[in-house]
C-alpha cells in the first residue's frame, strides 16, 4: 500500500510558477510510474504528465511546453514545476502512482494509488 500526499499549491498570478511536491510512502517508490493529474472546476480529472520508474517523461498537451515532471528515488518524491500559468490552470492537482513501465499508459483508471490533492489557483 503506496500512500501520496501532495503539497506546493496556492494562489498565484497570471504568468508565475510553482512547484507542486509529492511524497510518497509504504511502498517502494522506485518501482512506480508516478502521474500527475489536473482537474479543473466542473470539469474531468486529465493526466499531465508521468514519469516512469527509468526516468521516461511523457506529457499531454496540457502539460508539454511549461511543465516539468522530475523524481527523486531518495526522497521518494516526485516534483510539477510549472511555469508560465494560466487562468485554465487553475483546479485540484493530484498524485497518482501505477504499476506499469510506461509513462504514456497512465490513465485515470489505471492508476493504483492517489494522493488527495492540492489547489492551484491563477488570477490576476
Known amino acids: 500500500q503506496v500512500q501520496l500526499g501532495e503539497s506546493g499549491g496556492g494562489l498565484v498570478q497570471i504568468g508565475g510558477s510553482l512547484r507542486l511536491s509529492c511524497a510518497a510512502s509504504?511502498?517502494?517508490?522506485?518501482?512506480?510510474?508516478m502521474a500527475w493529474f489536473h482537474q479543473a472546476p466542473g470539469k474531468e480529472r486529465e493526466l499531465v504528465g508521468a514519469?516512469?520508474?527509468?526516468?521516461?517523461?511523457y506529457y499531454t498537451d496540457s502539460g508539454k511546453g511549461r511543465f516539468t515532471i522530475s523524481r527523486d528515488t531518495t526522497q521518494n518524491t516526485v516534483y510539477l514545476q510549472m511555469n508560465s500559468l494560466k487562468p485554465e490552470d487553475t483546479g485540484v492537482y493530484y498524485c497518482?502512482?501505477?504499476?506499469?513501465?510506461?509513462?504514456?499508459?497512465?490513465?485515470?483508471?489505471?492508476?493504483?494509488?492517489w494522493g488527495q490533492g492540492t489547489q492551484v489557483t491563477v488570477s490576476s
Open positions: 497518482a502512482a501505477a504499476n506499469t513501465p510506461w509513462s504514456w499508459s497512465v490513465t485515470t483508471k489505471s492508476a493504483d494509488y
Open positions: 509504504g511502498g517502494t517508490f522506485a518501482r512506480y510510474t
Open positions: 514519469i516512469s520508474r527509468s526516468g521516461s517523461v
